[in-house]
Nanobody, 120 residues
């Protein structure tokens, strides 16, 4: 049973930083991609970033480029999303997901999400 457990969300002021973590378990992810998505109130879930587990190739949404960095620690089976320069529009529930293909939608496995609120 694949489990993805997010942590690290919280309340941060505009311009601040947060690092989200996603602990993955239940299978080997060598042929998988791990991604981060977010959903703001009243909006559809959107792709943020993804990384291939084996090669570490990264993909970013335009809104994340230059501010967010996705990385993975194979020893800890954990994926991270370092978010800098946070803006109020980054407020959303952030989800970790896993899929056999690094795409922007249609992921197979999902975590429960962690709330990120950017506000002064």
């Amino acid at each position: 049973q694949v489990q993805l457990v997010e942590s690290g969300g919280g309340l941060v002021q505009p311009g601040g930083s947060l690092r989200l973590s996603c602990a993955a378990s239940g299978r080997t992810f060598d042929n998988y991609a791990l991604g981060w998505f977010r959903q703001a109130p009243g909006k559809e879930r959107e792709f943020v970033a993804a990384i291939t587990w084996s090669g570490g190739i990264t993909y970013y949404a335009d809104s994340a480029k230059g501010r967010f960095t996705i990385s993975r620690d194979k020893d800890k089976n954990t994926v991270y999303l370092q978010m800098n320069g946070l803006k109020p529009e980054d407020t959303a529930v952030y989800y970790c997901a896993a899929n056999q293909v690094a795409t922007m939608r249609g992921y197979e496995y999902w975590g429960q999400g962690t709330q990120v609120t950017v506000s002064s």
